[in-house]
């Protein structure tokens, strides 16, 4: 069984830092891209990062500039590092990645979210 578990979310002033991880586990054979997705209150999950395999990158007009996507390939784990961030960044973020399963074909698969809370 394939999961996706998150950690690091929490509550910060504006102009504070948080990094959000999510780590891959089960019984995978390879994972594609990898990304962060939010959902404030009131509003429409949105795509905040995205990075591929390779290690290239698609962000947010949002976030660019303030917000960092990394991957660590052999763990299994993607990073968003969350810099200078502002009041209108609170929203449950999650993770998501297209993962091939062992004998199963490619599907999305989503973690359970992370509530960051930025105050002003």
């Known amino acids: 069984q394939v999961q996706l578990v998150e950690s690091g979310g929490g509550l910060v002033q504006a102009g504070g830092s948080l990094r959000l991880s999510c780590a891959a586990s089960?019984?995978?054979?390879?994972?594609?891209?990898m990304g962060w997705y939010r959902q404030g209150p009131g509003k429409q999950r949105e795509s905040v990062a995205v990075?591929?395999?390779?290690?290239?990158?698609n962000y947010a007009d949002s976030v660019k500039g303030r917000f960092t996507i990394s991957r660590d390939n052999a763990k299994n784990t993607v990073y968003l590092q969350m810099n200078s961030l502002k009041p209108e960044d609170t929203a449950v973020y999650y993770c998501?990645?297209?993962?091939?399963?062992?004998?199963?074909?490619?599907?999305?698969?989503w973690g359970q979210g992370t509530q960051v809370t930025v105050t002003s």
């Open positions: 089960g019984s995978i054979a390879s994972i594609n891209a």
């Open positions: 998501n990645a297209d993962i091939r399963p062992l004998y199963r074909p490619s599907d999305i698969y």
């Open positions: 990075i591929t395999s390779g290690g290239s990158t």
